[in-house]
């Protein structure tokens, strides 16, 4: 079992940034693949970002893309998500998500083993 808790969201204004961590307890980190999904209210779950469990590879949603990074530290057990150029539509709650390094990186909910609670990230106009 690998539990997962994200940290640093907020309110922020339009254009303005955010950084998100996400940390996991288990020793056996750098064998996930990590991704970051986001639910706004009213809305299904999206994918935002992914990274390969040696971090050689990044994948994001067209709607990021060049705005917002993921990196990892298997070091440290975590994973980032640094947020830039924040708009409205960016508010939703954040999800870590963890998917074992075997499979391709996927930006399907159901292919992921482990969520974290999420945190809220708010962008006021």
């Known amino acids: 079992q690998v539990q997962l808790v994200e940290s640093g969201g907020g309110l922020v204004q339009t254009g303005g940034s955010l950084g998100l961590s996400c940390g996991a307890s288990?020793?056996?980190?750098?064998?996930?693949?990590m991704a970051w999904f986001r639910q706004a209210p009213g809305k299904e779950r999206e994918f935002v970002a992914a990274?390969?469990?040696?971090?050689?590879?990044?994948y994001y949603a067209d709607s990021v893309k060049g705005r917002f990074f993921i990196s990892r530290d298997n070091g440290k057990n975590t994973v980032y998500l640094q947020m830039n150029g924040l708009k409205p539509e960016d508010t939703a709650v954040y999800s870590c998500?963890?998917?074992?390094?075997?499979?391709?990186?996927?930006?399907?909910?159901?292919?992921?083993?482990?969520w974290g609670q999420g945190t809220q990230v708010i962008v006021s106009s």
């Open positions: 288990t020793r056996t980190f750098r064998t996930y693949n």
């Open positions: 990274i390969r469990w040696n971090g050689g590879r990044t």
């Open positions: 998500a963890a998917e074992w390094a075997s499979r391709e990186v996927s930006d399907k909910v159901s292919s992921y083993d482990y």
